[in-house]
Structure formats: C-alpha cells, structure tokens
C-alpha cells in the first residue's frame, strides 16, 4: 500500500494536476480580488457591470490557458478521446450548445443589450443580465398594466434568439407611437375641442418629439424606412353616438404611462374650464319624445272594478 501511494505520489502527472489546481485557484482568487476592488471605485451601474462581466470572461480564458500549458505534453493523445467524447457531449447537450451560440449571437449580433426592453419568447421586461447560457429580465406586465414591472425575474434560454422573434422596444429607436381617445358630444365646440388637445399634447410631449425626430432621422439613415412623422397629431371621426378625437404622438418606452395619465389631467381640465362648449361623450340613451300613455278599460272591468 505504501508503494502504491509512492509511486502515486512520484508520478508526474500527479504532480501536474497539483500544479493546475494550485494555478487555477490562484487565478480565481486574484481575479475575484481584483473585481471587488474594482467595484468599489466605479459609481456608474452600467461600467460596473460591464467591466464585471469583462473580468469573469477574462477569468474563464486564463483559467483554460493555465490548464493547456500544464497538459500541453498529454494533449495530443488524447485528441481522439476528446472527440469521441466531444460528440457525446454535443448531443447530450444540444440545447446548451445552442444557448452558447444564442449568447454569441446576441454579444457579436446586436439583437438586445443590457438596459433595453425586449420580448424574448412570451416574456416582455427589461434586461438586467445576459449570460452564457440565459438572459434575465425583469418582467413587466402580467396582472401589471402599463408595461410596469410585476416584481418577477425570468431567466430565459439564449437559444430562443433562434427560435422566436426578438422584440426589442429600445434598439435605435427608444421611443413607441401611441394614442389617447377623447369622445366629444356633437353639440360640443369641436374646434376648442381639437385646440385644447394639440395644446396638451404639445405640453406634455413635445419634448420627445424634439428627441424622436433626431433619432428618427438615424434610422432613416441606417434602414430603408420612409420618414415617418413624429410630432403629435389629432383626428377625428364620428360614430351615432358622438365625435371622437384621437391624439397619436411619441412617448419613451419607459413613460407610457405617465404619459397617458399627465395626457388625460391635462385635457378633463381643460374640459371643465371650457364653461361647457367642450363635453365629454358618454353611453347613455337619449329618448327625444315620450308617446302618450292611454288605458281604456272595459265596462265589464269598471264594474268589478277589475
């Protein structure tokens, strides 16, 4: 037995896998060392994250490094073991295998980046993380309206960059188009009442619009896309029940809904301070004239008094 142990002990390979552990422990603790130090000289959330990740990766590559030049003389016999098992492997793990080539193709394609609101599968929320194998987000909506945060992590698969249509709200173009609708009844002054929205409108989005036009102005630059407009427009249309404005104009993906609510303060008081040649439109049945109600009663039925 204690020969056994000697020679196991003498044997240089043994020796070699020492080394390589020794080494890649080495590295893991510095590089660990060095991220925390790091963090805590950087106030910006985003380069902090960045130069994390850049850390970790540098990590991995130092650590696989250390280990090719400790086994660089028992590599090359063991190149058809490797590929043996290297199939195996493949097809044991072809879902990871195309999750790593999900995380290239976002890091190298452009498809998302941290920061940016996306759909991914049935899943809409911010990116908070993307790693080698999934991306987390911070979802939004559900039982939540307003495209606001529910509170949910959700880490999905990278290989869905693959399978389903990545939907990004904030790639080149961080704004959204939406609408707000403002019923009016007929008797209303309809030329206040178009006046008072585009005043509203250009109140609360106008700024945007200053911001969207620029950006616009980069898209049609970059893709074949008509020059679509931006500013704020009202239309109108009218049904059998009263006149509807509608309000479409640019918001941040971030502020839909503040928007819409600064939106609809904005114009309900403008409403109330028109002294009524503004009025809002409701669902209600108007009877313009009553028929007269008559009975008539027999004479058998006044008898008994039926």
């Not at 000289?41 to 090719?68: E, H, N």
């Not at 190149?79 to 492997?89: E, H, L, N, S």
Request: proline fraction near 2%.
């Amino acid at each position: 037995m204690n020969e056994t142990m000697s020679a196991w002990l003498m044997d240089p390979r043994f020796h070699r896998l020492v080394l390589a552990l020794v080494s890649m422990m080495t590295v893991i603790v510095a590089f660990r060392l060095f991220a925390r130090f790091l963090v805590r000289r950087v106030d910006d959330t985003d380069t902090r994250y960045r130069a994390r990740k850049i850390i970790t990766a540098v990590q991995y590559l130092t650590v696989l490094f250390v280990f090719a030049v400790v086994f660089k003389d028992s590599l090359g016999g063991l190149t058809v073991a490797f590929g043996v098992a290297g199939a195996g492997v493949a097809f044991a793990l072809q879902e990871v295998i195309v999750s790593v080539a999900g995380w290239a193709a976002v890091s190298f394609g452009s498809y998302y980046k941290v920061g940016d609101r996306i759909q991914l599968g049935s899943v809409v929320g911010d990116v908070i993380d993307i790693g080698m194998l999934r991306t987390t987000l911070m979802e939004c909506g559900q039982w939540v309206k307003g495209d606001l945060y529910n509170g949910r992590i959700v880490r999905v698969a990278n290989s869905y960059v693959f399978k389903d249509p990545v939907v990004n709200y904030s790639a080149d173009f961080e704004f959204l188009w939406d609408e707000v609708t403002v019923p009016v009844t007929f008797s209303s002054d309809l030329g206040m009442a178009r006046s008072l929205i585009e005043s509203v409108l250009e109140d609360t989005v106008g700024e945007f619009s200053k911001q969207a036009a620029d950006a616009w102005q980069l898209m049609v630059q970059k893709y074949r896309i008509e020059d679509a407009r931006v500013t704020p427009l009202v239309t109108m249309v009218f049904n059998d029940n009263w006149v509807e404005f509608t309000a479409r104009y640019v918001v941040s993906f971030q502020r839909r809904r503040i928007t819409k609510d600064l939106l609809f303060s904005g114009i309900l008081s403008g409403i109330q301070e028109s002294g009524g040649k503004v009025v809002l439109g409701w669902g209600s049945i108007g009877i313009a004239e009553v028929p007269p109600l008559q009975i008539n009663l027999s004479s058998d039925q006044s008898a008994t008094g039926e």
